[in-house]
């Protein structure tokens, strides 16, 4: 009985541990409906400190809701469990310097979304997405706690939030 009992230790810590964030957004009609393949919109998320682009609204997709997820790699939870963060996310057009026919035709549906990354070939340079969401675009935010995950000493951040229009 030993040996099965000091497997199990070592199963349990050998497990990885990490961080992560993730945001369920719900994007109403009436907020996609701006955003064609001729105007194309950049759903944004700020999770932790930076503006980044997820995902790209062309008219068509993705499924409502979108699961966004920013993963922190190893990592323990420690004097983060408990503590609360606010997620902010919003819509904005397209930047006018990208590809907006390539970046269109390269979004395809995923189960969740992940901070996209360009050659900037296809769709330039993601600096140039604003930091701060303007008076009249879609816009949300929701605070959620960190909290520990299956892992020996990971956790998550999890929010819900529904985009409105101001």
Known sequence: ?????????????????????????????????????????????????????????????PADPVKLVQDLGFGCLDSKEGTTETVRAWLQPMPA????????????????????VFDTADAGDSGNLAGEPSADWARGSAAGTWRRDASPCGGALNVVMTLARP
């Not at 230790?9 to 393949?37: H, I, K, N, Q, Y």
């Not at 310097?97 to 992940?114: H, L, M, S």
């Open 1 to 61: 009985m030993r040996p099965v009992a000091a497997s199990l230790v070592l199963l349990a810590c050998g497990c990885e541990s990490g961080l992560s964030r993730s945001a369920e957004v719900r994007l109403p009609a009436d907020v996609r409906a701006p955003f064609t393949a001729g105007a194309p919109g950049i759903l944004v998320s700020d999770m932790g400190g930076s503006a980044l682009p997820y995902v790209v609204l062309c008219g068509h997709g």
């Open 97 to 116: 310097a990208w590809d907006a026919a390539r970046t269109c035709a390269a979004q395809i549906e995923r189960p969740f979304y992940k901070g996209l």
